[in-house]
C-alpha cells in the first residue's frame, strides 16, 4: 500500500518536473515578447502567435510536456477574454446601442465578412470553411483598437463613440455568429442545426431580459468587498454557464459572454479589475496554443491570400468605419480615423478559427487565420496612427485662416 | 432626449444655461462637451474608474482633442471648486450689489492667524464687527453657511457680508 503511494508520487513529480520547467520558459518567453511589444508600442497579440507557431509542431523548440494544460488553459483563456468584455458593457448599454445604430452593424457585416467568405469559397474551404473565414474577417479586435485609441488620446475624440459602437454591435452580434458556427462546423443536419440556433438565439434573449431587469440585484448577491470571493465566484459562475452552454452546443465562449454581461454597476468595474491579470495570464496562453496548432511550414503556402484578404478587408473596414462615422454627424477627418482605427483583428478572429480549425481540421485555414490577424494586428494600429497625417493630406485644413486667441 | 438620426447613446441636457451634449462610451465612460460663445469645443471625459479628462477640440477639425489634461479625482475636485467657488462669490455679489450700504468680501484667512484651527464661534465676529459669514472656501470647495462649531484653517477663505466698515474690523481681527 505504501509503495504504492510511493510509486505513484514518483511518477507524478517525474511528471511535473519538466511541465513546470516547459510552462516557466514559455510564460517567461511570453513575457519577454510583451516586453519588446510593450517597448515599440504593439499589441503582445501578434508576438504571442509567433512564439506559439516557434513552440508549435515544426517549430523551432516543440513542447512535449505541457500540452494538455496549455489546451486547458487556453480554453479558460477564451472563457476569461469573453467574460472581461462582457463585464464592460451592461444589458442596457448593449441593447440602447443595438437600438440607435440603424445600418450600422448590417453594413459592417456584409463589408467585411463578404470578403472573407468568398476567400473561403476561392481556397476550396467549403462553404463551411467560408462562414468561419467570414468571421475571422469580419470582426475588429476590441482589445487592440480600445488600447489604440487610449494610446494616441482620442479616447474623447467625436468619433469614438461610433467606433465603440461598432465594435459593441460586433461583440453582441458574435453572441449570435458563434453558435452558428458551432452548429455549422460540427455538422449535424439542419434540423437540429436550427434547433440549436433557436436555442442560442433564446438563452441570448434570456439573459438580456434578465440582465435589463434584474442585472442589479443579482449584482448585488455577489460579495463586492471581498476580493476572494468575488473572483471564484465569478469563475465558478463562468466556468458553469460556460460548460452548460457548451453542452448545449450553444458555444461556452458566448456563455462566458453572457455572465459578464448579467453582471453590471460597480460590481463588474471592480470584477474587470479583478480578472485583469489572470486574463491577461489565460489569454497568452490561448494565443499561444492557436500558434502552437498551426503548422509553421504551413504559412508561405498562405501568404499570398492572407496578404491579399488583408489589404482587401482594411479597405472594406475602413468604409464602413466611415459610414459609422458619417450616421453620428462626424467630419470627414474623423470618419477616416474612425475607419482605420478598425482595421485590426485580433482575439475574436483568433477564437473563430480556433472553434473552426477543432471542427473542420483544415490546416491551412488555421495558417490562413494566423498570418491575417498576424498582418492586421500589427499594421492595423499603425493604420490608425496614420490617420491624421492621411487626412492632413487629404483634406488640408483651409489655409489664410484668421488665427484666433484661444477662448 | 435623443436627437432622431443619431444612436441613441447620445444626448442634449441643459446643464444650467449652456447647451451640453452627453455621449455614452461603453467599457469607458460618459463624456460631456459644449460649444463656448466664442466657438470652441470644451468638454470632459469621465471614466468609470473615476479619471477625469478634460480637453479641449480642435478648431480646424470639430471632431478631434487638440489638447487634454488628465485629472485625478482630487484634482478635479479642486478645479471643479475654483469655478465653483468663484461663480458662488459672483451670484452672491450679483444678488446683494443692489443693496446699499451692504457689501460682500472675501477675507483670506492667514496661516498664522490666532483663530487657525478653532472654531468660527471663537471669533465672535457677529458680536463684535456686526459682519456675517456666510461661506468658506477651502482647497477648492465651497463650505455655506458655516455655523458656530464650524472649524477655520490657514488659508482659508471667508465670504462674508456686512458693512464696509465692519468688514475691515472683521478683517484686521482675523489677522491678529
Redesign the interface.
Known sequence: MILAVEVGAETVGSHIAPLLIELGAVVLGLAILGRAAHRVGLSPVPLYLLGGLAFGHGGVLPLTASGDFVEVGAEIGVLLLLLTLGLEYSASELVGNLRGSGWTAPVDLVANATPGFLAGLLLGFGWRGGLALAGVTWVSSSGIVAKTLSDLGRLANRETGSILSVLVLEDLAMALYLPVLTVVVMGGGLARGSLQVATAVGVLLLVLVVSLRYGERLSRLLPADNPELLTLTLMGAMLLVAGLTQQLQVSAAVGAFLVGIAVSGPVAIGAHQLLMPLRDLFAAVFFVFFGLSTDPSEIPAVLLPAVALGVLTAATKVGSGWYAARRAGVGKRGRLRAGLTLTPRGEFSIVIAGLAATGLGEARLTSLAATYVLLLAVAGPLLARCADPLANWMYPPLPGREPRLAG | M?QP??????SRGDLGRVDVEE??????GL?H?FL?V?E?RI?V?TH??GRR?V???S???????ES?VILTDDEADTLSGLLGGARFAEHLDRALGEVPGVAIERLPLPVDSRYAGHVLGDTHARTETGVSIVALLRAGDVLPAPGPATCLLGGDTLVVVGTPEGIAALSALLAR
Open positions: 435623443a438620426g443619431r444612436p441613441d447613446s447620445h455621449t455614452k462610451l461603453p467599457g469607458i463624456r462637451e463656448t466664442r470652441r468638454g471625459l468609470r474608474m479628462d480637453f479641449l477640440y478648431e480646424d477639425d470639430p471632431d478631434a482633442v487634454m
